[in-house]
């Protein structure tokens, strides 16, 4: 007893509290960035799992309380080790897509393949290692003559996921 409260209580409440912060961090988890110390996305658990451990022991085995909780706390460390090993840290690097993002595309040369008329818009095709990206397209600056189909320019901005491109035949042409 810890001033009058049993330890199995202890023990459940904080199991109860910790399945709670648990659920939150599972919803609202990616909205923050932890980046202390001490992760919450491993001390929650870390404490879920000791109290879990800690009141099964103390309702099952009745060992010295002290005993108990260190292999709690033990059974509950190696459980975390592998719980971040094999589904944390794998679920932070799947957030990373294989996709090119409209940022990217800029400056870097694509192929028209509708023709862009002087004042009117037309399609480009991006090609990276990951795919290819079409993307309506039309001209960043003024130009004298459309630009045909097969024919290479300079995406230099994207707004509103149009392409604004220049004429590119190896080196820059405005």
Partial sequence: MIQGIPIETIYLYTLII?????????????I???DGPIDPMLAIPWLAFTSLFGYLGERLLGWNHLMLFIVSGA???????FLNFY???PLKNAESTISISEKDMEGNTA???TPIPVGGMGEIQFKSVTGSISRPAAFYA??????????QVLIIEIKERVCYVVPY??????
């Avoid at 003024?142 to 024919?151: T, V």
Wanted: with cysteine; glycine share 8%.
């Fill in 111 to 113: 192929t028209v393949i």
């Fill in 18 to 30: 910790c399945a709670g912060i648990a659920v939150l961090l599972v919803i609202f988890g990616d």
């Fill in 87 to 89: 589904v944390l840290m």
């Fill in 32 to 34: 923050f960035d932890f």
């Fill in 142 to 151: 003024p130009q004298d003559q459309p630009i045909e189909r097969g024919a």
């Fill in 75 to 81: 059974i509950a460390s190696i459980l975390v080790f």
């Fill in 169 to 174: 035949e190896g080196s820059l042409q405005l």
